[in-house]
């Protein structure tokens, strides 16, 4: 399929699924509906041209399907007709006029991202169910992105529609005093795919660079439609100032190139400069937040010309503040880096109990630290040791080849 179509396919998909959600109630059926519009689309549209009015052929289609999955419920059916014939714009579901309704002039987008979100879930579901209804991927472009059987992600979406039908989740905004929590909600979930695309759990390949891209594009619309929120500007500055480093983070062989060997020039200087200008907005017009506070850092790292350069006070500062504001595992061995960076690797190896025992970056950071000590046996061992734990191929690969270099 055409990249154009698809980015087409994927920015309307969530604009298709709020009318119907909003004309005929059931996220589930409307959902279902929607993903059987857009695949249509992909078949038809590449041979026909793209209609005219994409939007409303996309809704036109789904509605007929819903129309036809309503039908199919049998034991719904009377209701379902009795609620479509009261419904004065029943225009909108023939199925077999030649014109299209008008779009509607509401954009449901946020509402049903934060109906994905919806805490009821869990973070998988969350993740799988705001692609597909939100992002628009069909359920075989997530399992490949995940690397799990398209099963597992059928599966793991089903259940999810059937937790908003069961739990009686509506579609529409939270209310004012559940926004905030909900927010946190929808940002942690488009955070987890942004990192799942930025560096990949598993697999042979660094980048899921369509889970990274996929996860700026939301989090560009939720920015459109809450340009005031402090952490939602704070959370997509921080992407893009993150994801500007992606073209030198690999070699031409697909090899891991850690970020003080990075060739800078070869950084996203288009990302870096709205993400640093996002964020230096942000953080004059909003109460500090976690990702405010990363977004920072990751401009810090952007100001430096090459490794020598960057101001690893500052950074210092600046997790030690993300660390009382928002304290977690990975902010306390970010923020030991710094210190070792600051005070000398010997400082920061004396605090490394501090850190995540079991995580594999924690034993990658012992042996970066050993190896600054010029303690290279201890660290040989320590990059075998990272290279054991880790599910990522690239960074296996790359804790070897520093082992053997220190052999």
Request: overall charge negative; aromatic content about 6%.
């Given at each position: 399929m055409p990249g154009q179509i698809e980015s087409l396919l994927r920015e309307l998909a969530p604009r298709v699924v709020g009318p119907l959600v909003r004309r005929y109630g059931g996220f589930d059926l409307c959902e279902d509906a929607v993903q059987e519009a857009l695949l249509a689309a992909t078949t038809q549209w590449p041979a026909d041209g793209v209609p005219d009015q994409p939007l409303n052929w996309l809704i036109t289609v789904a509605s007929r399907r819903r129309i036809e999955l309503l039908r199919s419920e049998t034991a719904r059916r009377k209701r379902e007709e009795t609620v479509a014939a009261a419904d004065p714009h029943r225009s909108f579901e023939t199925p077999?006029?030649?014109?299209?309704?008008?779009?509607?002039?509401?954009?449901?987008?946020?509402?049903?991202?934060?109906?994905c979100c919806h805490p009821a879930l869990t973070p998988p579901s969350?993740?799988?169910?705001?692609?597909?209804?939100?992002?628009?991927?069909?359920?075989?472009?997530?399992?490949?992105?995940?690397?799990?059987?398209?099963?597992?992600?059928?599966?793991?979406?089903?259940?999810?529609?059937?937790?908003?039908?069961?739990?009686?989740?509506?579609?529409?905004?939270?209310?004012?005093?559940?926004?905030?929590?909900?927010?946190a909600t929808v940002l942690h979930v488009l955070y987890l795919i942004f990192n799942e695309g930025y560096t990949a759990s598993s697999g042979e390949a660094l980048h899921r660079v369509e889970l990274s891209t996929e996860a700026i594009r939301l989090t560009r619309q939720l920015h459109a439609q809450l340009p005031a929120e402090g952490e939602v500007s704070g959370l997509l500055a921080l992407m893009l100032l993150t994801d500007a480093r992606r073209p030198a983070?690999?070699?031409?062989?697909?090899?891991?190139?850690?970020?003080?060997?990075?060739?800078?020039?070869?950084?996203?200087?288009?990302?870096?400069?709205?993400?640093?200008?996002?964020?230096?907005?942000?953080?004059?017009?909003?109460?500090?937040?976690?990702?405010?506070?990363?977004?920072a850092i990751a401009a810090v790292h952007a100001e430096a010309l090459d490794a020598a350069d960057t101001d690893w006070r500052q950074i210092l500062v600046l997790y030690e503040l993300l660390e009382t504001l928002s304290p977690g595992p990975i902010v306390t061995l970010n923020r030991?880096?710094?210190?070792?960076?600051?005070?000398?690797?010997?400082?920061?190896?004396?605090?490394?109990?501090?850190?995540?025992?079991?995580?594999?970056?924690?034993?990658?950071?012992?042996?970066?630290?050993?190896?600054?000590?010029?303690?290279?046996?201890?660290?040989?061992?320590?990059?075998?040791?990272?290279?054991?734990?880790?599910?990522?191929?690239?960074?296996?690969?790359?804790?070897?080849?520093?082992?053997?270099?220190?052999?």
């Open positions: 077999d006029g030649p014109s299209y309704e008008p779009v509607p002039e509401s954009d449901d987008s946020l509402t049903l991202l934060f109906l969350q993740i799988a169910l705001t692609l597909r209804a939100v992002g628009g991927l069909t359920t075989g472009e997530i399992a490949r992105a995940f690397l799990v059987p398209e099963a597992t992600i059928g599966q793991r979406i089903s259940r999810a529609k059937a937790s908003i039908k069961s739990g009686g989740a509506t579609f529409r905004m939270p209310p004012a005093e559940e926004l905030g929590p909900r927010l983070r690999t070699s031409e062989t697909g090899a891991l190139i850690p970020l003080p060997d990075q060739d800078r020039t070869r950084w996203h200087r288009d990302f870096i400069a709205e993400g640093t200008d996002l964020i230096s907005t942000t953080l004059s017009a909003a109460p500090i937040g976690p990702y405010q506070l990363q977004a030991i880096v710094a210190v070792a960076m600051v005070h000398g690797p010997r400082t920061g190896l004396d605090l490394l109990g501090e850190a995540p025992e079991d995580h594999h970056r924690t034993t990658a950071v012992r042996a970066h630290l050993l190896e600054l000590a010029g303690d290279l046996e201890a660290a040989r061992t320590a990059y075998q040791e990272a290279a054991r734990l880790t599910q990522s191929f690239p960074e296996r690969h790359y804790l070897a080849a520093r082992a053997e270099a220190l052999s």
